[in-house]
């Protein structure tokens, strides 16, 4: 599969501590998955971050059930 133009990119969380000095936000796309890279370290994926962008919600016991049937 050719890989296409990026469909979204998501910010950096804002983060708490020392000042960030080099940050690159994380990227989802369908062709990619990154976490953020900050100070030169690679970050795990904000899923909460990407569940407001794309106004979605967190998998529950109930939706499981659904899944399952």
């Known amino acids: 599969m050719a890989e296409g133009p990026p469909v979204t990119a998501v910010p950096v969380a ?10 690159v936000a994380q990227n989802v796309t369908p062709w990619t998955v990154e976490g ?3 100070d030169g370290i690679k970050r795990t994926i904000d899923y909460d971050r990407l ?4 106004g979605t919600r967190r998998i529950d016991e109930e939706m499981l059930e659904r899944f399952t049937r």
């Open 14 to 23: 804002e983060l708490k501590g020392p000042v960030v000095r080099d940050a």
């Open 36 to 38: 953020a890279e900050v």
């Open 51 to 54: 569940i407001e962008q794309f």
